[in-house]
């Protein structure tokens, strides 16, 4: 018998449904970069950036930074010169020899601040140190080799104690204690030098940060005083406002 064919319809061919692409997202813009060169630009640092006081503005340890104002003063005069310093200490009198009366010259400024330790012990504290010199160069004393003349030298280490405290403004952002020494380098009869304990505050709003450090003397025996009576010269507090 001859075979019967079936045939079965063929299924319907669904129209294919065109699937528009997603529309892009447009990244967000990232804020404009502040810090000391950016987009080729030298712009000034914010409070919290310079100190790194948020979360977004650490970058670990060991990155060498601007700490004191950094300058050159080609020409500093001086009026009154005085080669024969003395101290209300007797072994700090110097008797003059070799200086010179030279009444201009030039004087620069180096300090430069590193972060040592971040985050000590997981909790909002980090430890720094710097080195800061001043230095008065006779260079335009051409008979006596342009020579150097005194150089302050001042080394520091302290903790900073990341806060929050208060309004938007001021509100109150730092909180830092150190440890300073100030010296010129040289022995007795010329010798001078003291050293500090600090603590400074520093408060924020936008642009604007205000500092209030007050510190004290550490004293020293009679015998090794350098500057017994510095503190009447070089008061006991200082206070510094920013706008950047």
Request: net charge positive.
């Amino acid at each position: 018998m001859p075979r019967r064919l079936r045939l079965r319809a063929a299924a319907p061919v669904r129209a294919a449904t065109s699937v528009a692409p997603p529309a892009s997202v447009q990244p967000k813009a990232s804020p404009a970069p502040r810090g000391w060169l950016a987009n080729d630009n030298c712009t000034p640092q914010t409070f919290v950036a310079r100190w790194q006081l948020d979360p977004g503005t650490k970058d670990g340890v060991y990155r060498v930074k601007p700490y004191e104002p950094v300058y050159v003063v080609p020409v500093s005069r001086r009026k009154n010169v005085n080669v024969s310093p003395c101290s209300p200490n007797p072994a700090n009198c110097a008797s003059g020899a070799g200086e010179t009366d030279l009444h201009i010259d030039a004087k620069f400024q180096l300090s430069l601040k590193t972060k040592v330790l971040q985050n000590i012990f997981d909790s909002p504290i980090d430890l720094w140190a710097a080195y800061t010199q001043q230095s008065f160069w006779h260079v335009y004393d051409a008979d006596n080799s342009r020579a150097f003349g005194e150089t302050h030298h001042q080394p520091e280490a302290w903790l900073t104690l990341l806060l929050k405290v208060g309004p938007a403004w001021p509100q109150w952002r730092m909180f830092n204690l150190g440890v300073v020494q100030q010296s010129n380098g040289q022995s007795d009869p010329p010798s001078r030098s003291w050293n500090r304990i600090y603590a400074t505050c520093g408060l924020a709003s936008g642009d604007l940060s205000l500092f209030v450090k007050p510190w004290w003397r550490i004293r020293e025996s009679a015998a090794d005083d350098n500057n017994p009576d510095i503190s009447d010269y070089t008061g006991r507090i200082e206070f510094r406002a920013v706008f950047a």
